[in-house]
């Protein structure tokens, strides 16, 4: 049953709307049913990828209610783990491909980390995730507005704060900038109403690469 539903997640569509995805929530709620301690090495990361897949498909979906349902989903996993198998998971994440789909998922980590008050993991793989949000998002070819809801990035740039953005973010944005003025500051208005700081004091260096 495992190997079919991981089949299964590797196919999902590339498009996704609402209708598709309401058909398919069945598919993350079944991975709730797989113990990661019963799970060999080969098989976490399997299910660690799907769950990448999942993110990425109900991101594309623009929509928040399913988008968190696939999320409380993940959650049932996360509560499963205690401390040494979530750093094992955390690891897992770390070992695949950086992609869109990881920093959805670890956007999902995120949440996980806040709403169940272990911020202190978010401290420790900060640097990894601004890093893997820089290549993947601000720095993106694809255009993230058209395809993925702005919920799916919220929770990692809620823990951004003013130093972060100044030393991690910003000089990213420069540099897409530079590359795609109007593409990246559609992507700025998308994303940065989730920072809990003005941003005013960073626009000018934005324009100056106008």
Not at 24 to 42: M, V
Not at 93 to 119: A, M, P, Q, Y
């Amino acid at each position: 049953m495992f190997d079919q539903l991981i089949r299964k997640i590797n196919a999902l569509p590339s498009i996704c709307s609402s209708a598709i995805a309401s058909h398919l929530l069945f598919l993350p709620r079944i991975c709730t049913l797989f113990s990661w301690n019963n799970l060999g090495h080969q098989s976490r990361k399997q299910l660690v990828e799907a769950q990448v897949n999942l993110c990425l498909f109900f991101a594309k979906s623009k929509n928040k209610f399913l988008y968190d349902i696939n999320y409380k989903c993940l959650k049932k996993t996360l509560l499963s783990l205690d401390e040494t198998t979530l750093n094992e998971y955390l690891v897992t994440i770390k070992g695949l491909n950086s992609s869109i789909g990881t920093s959805i998922l670890w956007d999902n980590v995120v949440r996980f980390f806040k709403e169940n008050d272990h911020l202190e993991h978010f401290s420790a793989h900060k640097d990894y995730i601004l890093d893997c949000f820089n290549k993947n998002i601000v720095m993106s070819k694809t255009k993230i507005p058209d395809c993925f809801g702005s919920f799916a990035f919220a929770n990692v740039l809620r823990q951004i704060d003013e130093n972060d953005f100044k030393s991690i973010l910003f000089p990213a944005l420069q540099k897409a900038i530079l590359r795609s003025a109007e593409t990246s500051l559609v992507l700025i208005s998308f994303l940065f109403e989730f920072l809990n700081f003005n941003l005013s004091n960073f626009s000018q260096g934005m324009l100056l690469n106008d």
